[in-house]
C-alpha cells in the first residue's frame, strides 16, 4: 500500500482558529439608581448630611409663658470622595500580534469593572442601616421576615419608593416557599403562578425586589440584605468615568487609563433596615 498522507502529517502547519475571548460574566449593576444621587459639584470637598432636633409640644395653661427650644442641626452622615481607577498596559508587538480586537475589548473590560466596583460598594452599604434589624446568622429567610422589614420601614417614616435588595440564594428561599416545592404552607395562588412562571417576582406589597449574586457571603454562608428608601444611601458622582489613552515611547505601547471620582455612604440610615440570613448554595 502506498503512503497515504494523512492530515496528521501537517498537524505543526495547521493553524489555531481563534474565537472571541469571553470577558468575565458580570451582572448589571443597579444600586445607583436605587440611592440618591449628587452631580452638582466636581471638587473633592466632603457632602455631609445634617438633621435638625425635633420639637416638643405641650400642654398650656392660660397664663405661661412660652419657653424657646433648641432648634440645632446635627450632622448624621458624611460622603468624602475618592478617585478609583484601573490600567491596562498594551505593548505594540502584543496590540499587532493579538487575534482579538485588544484596545476596545481592554476599553470595555476597564467600563465592566469600574461599573461593578460601584456596584459592590453600595451593596456592602446595607448591613449600615439603622432602623432595624431582621434575621440572625443561619437563618433562613421568609415571607414573614420580608414582611417585618417592611413594617419597620414604614415605622422609621421613610419614605417611598421601597427597594428590597438580597442575595439570589436569600430569593431562593423566598421562591421556594412561594411555589409548589412548598410543603407546609398555603400560598398566595397569584405569587405561585408568577414565581411558577417566571421564578422571580419583581414587586411583592408595594416593595420592589432586586436579587444579586454580588453581595458577600462570609464564611459561614450567611449575608446582609436591606430594605430601605432611596435616601438611606447616597452616591455623590464627582467626575464621572474617563478613559485616557497615552502613548509610552520608552515602553512602546499605550497606556489605558480609567478613572472616576466619586463618593458614597449610607445618607439617612435610619431609613434603612438591615437584614441577615442563610446565602448557602441551594441543593433542593
Known amino acids: 500500500m502506498g503512503v497515504l498522507n494523512p492530515s496528521d502529517d501537517i498537524s505543526s502547519y495547521v493553524q489555531t482558529i481563534f474565537e472571541d475571548a469571553w470577558f468575565i460574566a458580570r451582572e448589571e449593576g443597579f444600586m445607583a439608581r436605587l440611592a440618591?444621587?449628587?452631580?452638582?459639584d466636581d471638587e473633592v470637598k466632603a457632602r455631609s448630611s445634617s438633621q435638625y432636633s425635633s420639637v416638643t409640644i405641650a400642654q398650656l395653661n392660660e397664663t405661661d409663658d412660652l419657653q424657646s427650644q433648641a432648634f440645632t442641626p446635627s450632622v448624621v452622615a458624611t460622603l468624602t470622595p475618592a478617585e478609583y481607577g484601573a490600567q491596562f498596559f498594551l505593548p505594540d508587538r502584543r496590540l499587532s500580534a493579538d487575534p482579538f480586537a485588544l484596545r476596545a475589548d481592554a476599553a470595555r473590560e476597564l467600563g465592566l469593572g469600574m461599573g461593578e466596583s460601584v456596584n459592590t460598594n453600595l451593596l456592602g452599604l446595607l448591613s449600615s442601616f439603622t432602623g432595624g434589624t431582621v434575621g440572625a446568622a443561619g437563618t433562613t429567610i421568609t415571607w414573614g421576615h420580608f414582611f417585618a422589614m417592611l413594617s419597620q420601614l414604614k415605622a422609621t417614616k421613610a419614605p417611598p419608593p421601597y427597594f428590597c435588595v438580597m442575595h439570589i440564594y436569600q430569593w431562593h428561599q423566598l421562591a421556594k416557599a412561594s411555589s409548589v416545592a412548598a410543603s407546609t404552607q398555603p400560598v398566595s395562588s397569584w405569587l405561585s403562578d408568577e414565581v411558577m412562571r417566571r421564578w422571580f417576582v419583581g414587586s411583592v406589597a408595594g416593595v420592589d425586589i432586586l436579587t444579586t449574586a454580588d453581595i458577600?457571603?462570609?464564611?459561614?454562608?450567611?449575608?446582609?440584605?436591606?430594605?430601605?428608601?432611596?435616601?438611606?444611601?447616597?452616591?455623590?458622582?464627582?467626575?464621572?468615568?474617563?478613559?485616557?489613552?497615552?502613548?509610552?515611547?520608552?515602553?512602546?505601547?499605550?497606556?489605558?487609563?480609567?478613572?472616576?471620582?466619586?463618593?458614597y455612604g449610607v445618607w439617612r440610615p435610619a431609613m434603612g433596615i438591615t437584614g441577615l440570613f442563610d446565602a448557602s448554595t441551594p441543593k433542593s
Open 216 to 263: 458577600s457571603v462570609n464564611t459561614n454562608d450567611d449575608a446582609y440584605c436591606g430594605m430601605f428608601s432611596p435616601i438611606a444611601m447616597a452616591i455623590d458622582q464627582r467626575r464621572a468615568p474617563r478613559l485616557e489613552v497615552e502613548r509610552d515611547a520608552s515602553r512602546r505601547g499605550y497606556e489605558l487609563n480609567y478613572t472616576a471620582v466619586y463618593a
Open 36 to 40: 440618591t444621587n449628587f452631580t452638582d
